[in-house]
């Protein structure tokens, strides 16, 4: 019933109502770049059969057992929009219930937020942030404090997507990434940038529970302890 991937995004042919679909793709490190997100089966349907079929069925089923659906899977989507509608989108109680999410975020720039701005957010004091802010930097600060909201959450994976964008639009600096510290709840929290852009910005971002990863050097990693678990399972043998 858990470790499945809910792909979420949004139509804006039926007025951005919020759609979601089991990930069927058979690769079980799926992320926003699957097959199974990009080329969505025709319209998005939940199980008839199953567990998750007589959980759906079932009223007094669903009323007991819908909570494990937000707490034993993973939610994930690349539409930032969706992020700072979450609160709207789901009840407090079914979104603080969402314990793990990845957002696969394209950033055309860095928000370069007043220092004002950067310390209001540091402070938690989101809606006195916003002040002074145009449309970008607004949704950069909203998206990150929606994310904070989520009480609930125990892994968090962000995926920013500035890949050959700032040799053009500009370089992140350890100032742009403040607003990362008030992200408390995750134990795991997960950020995967460009490999030179993480390099460098790890050393200036320090909060407890943040790692930050390149995109080369997270595939890396992911092969060596893939290798390992074959060398592993070859003793038991």
Known sequence: MGGMFIHLW???????????????????????????????????????????????????SYTESIRYLYELNTFDTRSPEIVRRLPKFFPAHRLNAISSFTLCWTLQKPPSLSA???????????????????????????????????????????????????????????LDLEIVKIIKSPHTFLVIMEDESARRLRRLVKTPNLTMLGILEEESLARKKARKGVVRMNRLK
């Not at 804006?12 to 997100?37: I, M």
């Not at 089966?41 to 199980?47: D, F, L, M, V």
């Not at 938690?124 to 989520?150: F, H, P, V």
Request: proline residues 1%; contains cysteine; positive net charge.
């Open 116 to 174: 004002v701005s950067r310390q209001l957010c540091i402070e938690g004091k989101i809606e006195e942030a916003l002040k002074g802010c145009d449309r970008y930097q607004r949704n950069w600060i909203q998206t990150w404090g929606s994310i904070a909201s989520m009480q609930g959450l125990e892994a968090l994976r962000v995926e920013m997507n500035t890949v050959g964008r700032e040799s053009i639009t500009g370089v992140w600096q350890g």
């Open 10 to 60: 949004h139509d804006e042919n039926e007025g951005n109502k919020l759609k979601g679909s089991f990930c069927w793709a058979e690769d079980e490190n799926c992320r926003l770049r699957c097959r199974a997100w990009l080329q969505k089966k025709g319209k998005a349907k939940w199980p008839t059969i199953g567990v998750y079929g007589f959980i759906f069925s079932c009223a007094q």
